[in-house]
């Protein structure tokens, strides 16, 4: 209901109790409880002073409603309890105080103090009850702002759920589109160079060029998304150790494999060799051509790991553009699976990577 309704109603209610309670009283009776009935329609916005009001008609009439909504009013709106206590306890005072006050005699001192007792306990009800619509308001309060906070971090959780998975999505996509566009542009450089008509030159020039160009746009893609997005779960599927003979042999580089690693080997550190072996035959690729490579697989007690290591180049290296995240990637691997990885120059002018991690997951 709308509240000036509720307060009108209030009002009426409380004119009629007191119309019934001051009809044999003298015209200050009747003022002061027109004064507490009015007061009722500020109940919202001060309930002390409409309580202090109503106390005078208290005194000189037997009002009930009034001084009732008056003190749950005040119960329901006032944070310290002591406050309404005290108003219950002085306006079951102001009913029991004799009154005239010039005529002591009006009634019994006996009587009177019963009358406080009896009215002390009707004027706590609506404290009490004002209190505990209180509490059940700020529970709800509560209960919202509970609810308000779990929506909150279930869409932080989908954040950052959707931040692992672009970092995953970023990682993936160096690892397997540029692997085979770069050996696209590798091969279209040989054939430019090796082709003997206008036009077979002019259509690898074409291939090396559109190549080149999908890896500088695809630097630019996992550069975005590498930007919002931290450690994440691998998606499957993905190669494993069977995979890597074949990676070597289909690499367009002369490259050797030598080593084995027992199937037992966990699935997440056959991935993370896989892709070591991956990004650095890549890397020959790119940045040392005509470079030779050897790939050793080895176990080192509880642990196991890959070497690639390649030899100088024999050829300035194509212009292709490099984001360095490949690296930094196969590292982010090697942390999460609690391993180490290492890369540098060797002391003949190659290049070496080397990855060790535990062969099953701590």
Same mark, same amino acid.
């Given at each position: ?14 004119? $009629? ?8 009283? !003298? ?19 001060? %309930? ?10 208290? @005194? ?42 010039? +005529? ?25 009850? $004002? ?8 529970? !709800? ?71 080149? !160009?999908?890896? +500088? ?21 993905? %190669? ?13 580089? +002369? ?6 690693? %027992? ?37 080192? $007690?509880?642990?196991?790991? @890959? ?8 050829? %300035? ?27 540098? @120059? ?17």
């Amino acid at each position: 209901m709308p509240a000036p309704l509720v307060d009108g109603g209030l009002v009426a209610v409380a004119a $009629g109790d007191a119309w019934l309670a001051v009809s044999d009283t !003298s015209l200050l009776g009747v003022a002061l409880a027109a004064v507490a009935c009015a007061a009722l329609a500020l109940r919202r916005f001060l %309930p002390l002073t409409v309580v202090l009001l109503t106390l005078p008609a208290t @005194v000189v009439a037997d009002l009930v409603f009034a001084p009732l909504a008056a003190l749950f009013a005040l119960a329901e709106r006032s944070r310290d309890r002591r406050l309404p206590a005290g108003c219950a306890v002085l306006m079951a005072a102001a009913s029991a105080a004799p009154w005239p006050w010039h +005529d002591p005699d009006s009634r019994d001192r006996t009587w009177t103090l019963i009358q406080f007792v009896y009215t002390l306990a009707g004027t706590a009800a609506p404290v009490l009850l $004002g209190q505990l619509v209180q509490a059940r308001r700020d529970l !709800s309060q509560r209960l919202a702002e509970i609810e308000e906070a779990r929506e909150h971090e279930r869409a932080l959780h989908a954040q950052a759920v959707l931040a692992r998975e672009r970092a995953q999505l970023a990682r993936e996509m160096h690892d397997v589109v540029s692997h085979q566009v770069s050996l696209i542009a590798v091969q279209a450089g040989a054939l430019q160079v090796a082709a003997k008509d206008t036009d077979s030159r002019e259509a690898a020039r074409t291939i090396r060029s559109l190549s080149v !160009s999908t890896l +500088d746009e695809l630097r630019n893609m996992v550069a975005l998304l590498r930007a919002s997005g931290g450690r994440a779960t691998e998606l499957t599927p993905q %190669p494993t150790l069977a995979d890597v003979r074949r990676l070597v042999a289909t690499s367009g580089i +002369d490259a050797e494999l030598t080593g084995r690693l %027992p199937d037992t080997v966990s699935i997440p550190a056959q991935r993370a060799i896989y892709r070591t072996v991956q990004e650095a035959l890549t890397n020959v690729r790119k940045h040392a051509p005509g470079a030779g490579a050897t790939v050793k697989l080895w176990r080192d $007690g509880d642990h196991v790991g @890959v070497t690639v290591t390649n030899s100088r180049p024999t050829r %300035p290296s194509l212009p292709l553009p490099g984001s360095q995240q490949g690296l930094v990637g196969l590292r982010e691997r090697a942390e999460i699976l609690h391993g180490t990885f290492a890369s540098g @120059v060797t002391s003949d002018g190659g290049y070496e990577v080397s990855l060790r991690i535990p062969a099953q997951p701590e």
